[in-house]
């Protein structure tokens, strides 16, 4: 049984920095592909950032170059760094973990997922 654990949401002033940290437990994670979603109020859930085991990375287009993911595959943790935080950032932002564990980070999707942690960004 796979879990996932998010931390470190909060509010914050637009321009602000925040990092998420989620903890998978359950067997094999540590080589699955992870990445961070987030739904805002009357919004689709949308992929914010993905990340495989090896650190190859993408992106959504409205959080390149503000946020990084990364990860620590022996403590079984991924990370999202998020700076120069706009208010249009307030959402649940959630873990996930794909199952399939070679599969490349452009097909990423998630299979598993964290109970979400909230992110506001006031103006």
């Known amino acids: 049984q796979v879990q996932l654990v998010e931390s470190g949401g909060g509010l914050v002033q637009a321009g602000g920095s925040l990092r998420l940290s989620c903890v998978a437990s359950?067997?094999?994670?540590?080589?699955?592909?992870m990445g961070w979603y987030r739904q805002a109020p009357g919004k689709q859930r949308e992929l914010v950032a993905a990340i495989t085991r090896g650190g190859n990375t993408k992106y959504a287009d409205s959080v390149k170059g503000r946020f990084t993911i990364s990860r620590d595959n022996a403590k079984n943790t991924v990370y999202l760094q998020m700076n120069s935080l706009k208010p249009e950032d307030t959402a649940v932002y959630y873990c996930?973990?794909?199952?399939?564990?070679?599969?490349?980070?452009?097909?990423?999707?998630?299979?598993?997922w964290g109970q979400g942690t909230q992110v506001t960004v006031s103006s």
């Open positions: 996930a973990a794909d199952s399939r564990s070679s599969v490349g980070v452009t097909w990423f999707r998630g299979d598993y």
């Open positions: 359950g067997s094999g994670f540590s080589t699955n592909p």
